[in-house]
């Protein structure tokens, strides 16, 4: 006989937002059943965010022209209309709100190695900026799978949440009330210097199975913002910094129980 279920909610649909909403659930104890066809998580958990599922599809497309030569296809050099990756809204936005739905996100992500933990410092409402909060959480979420991904067992990812150094900021009206840098630092062996050139261009990658798209939609989210992509590598690790723009005007919200300073996650 079939097995009948008792349950207080259902799920149909294990996307990113499905899987959160069913995971904070069973974590106050609710019954919950979670549906979904496909692979659970998602495109964002299983191949990376970008803004639109449009642009995976297209993606994967490009991607077979790329890898068409070894079926004795001749075809051009494909191409992504990167414009698409804009900011569709703006609003005003906690960064650490931002930053702490990107850690959840990534360590939940299937292809994230066991043992490593990330420390994240980030302070509620103190950093706010202007943009779309979609876009923003899918690049950092970018970097720290990224990150994650190239630091072996037993080590820590870092992210901190900063002002902007002055040498960090472009001179003109863009940054006239400062900047704020969130800066993802990995326990990696470094990036050879020879690729860090060619590390943001479309369908480069040095993972298996890789798109290539990750970084390169990265640094189109963040120029649509405005801001500026900083690299730091060397045998310690690599270190890639975002600066945006800072608001220091805003309309106070209410506290929603982002990460408290120095929490480290597993």
Not at 134 to 154: I, K
């Amino acid at each position: 006989m079939p097995e009948i279920l008792e349950t207080d909610i259902c799920v149909i649909g294990a996307g990113s937002g499905g899987l959160s909403v069913a995971a904070a659930a069973a974590g106050f104890g609710v019954p919950v059943v979670l549906i979904e066809k496909g692979k659970m998580g998602g495109d964002c958990l299983n191949y990376g965010c970008v803004p639109s599922k449009a642009l995976i599809a297209a993606a994967r497309r490009a991607a077979d022209f790329a890898t068409s030569a070894e079926f004795g296809v001749s075809a051009g050099k494909p191409t992504i209309d990167f414009a698409r990756v804009r900011v569709a809204r703006r609003e005003q936005i906690d960064v650490a709100e931002v930053v702490a739905g990107a850690v959840r996100l990534a360590l939940a992500h299937p292809d994230r190695p066991e043992g490593v933990s990330v420390s994240c410092v980030a302070k509620e409402g103190e950093f706010i900026v202007e943009g779309d909060d979609d876009l923003l959480h899918r690049a950092v979420f970018n970097l720290l799978l990224n990150a994650l991904q190239a630091s072996p067992e037993g080590s820590e990812v870092q992210l901190e949440v900063t002002a902007a150094r002055p040498d960090q900021l472009d001179f003109g009206p863009t940054f006239a009330e400062g900047g704020v840098a969130i800066s993802v630092l990995d326990a990696g062996p470094g990036i050879l210097p020879s690729i860090r050139d060619r590390l943001f261009d479309p369908f480069f990658t040095t993972k298996q199975g890789g798109s290539g798209l990750g970084l390169a939609v990265v640094h189109r989210a963040i120029d649509a913002h405005r801001g500026l992509v900083f690299l730091d590598s060397g045998s310690a690790g690599t270190r890639f910094t975002v600066v945006l723009p800072r608001l220091s005007h805003l309309v106070r919200r209410l506290p929603v129980g982002s990460l408290s300073p120095a929490t480290v996650l597993t």
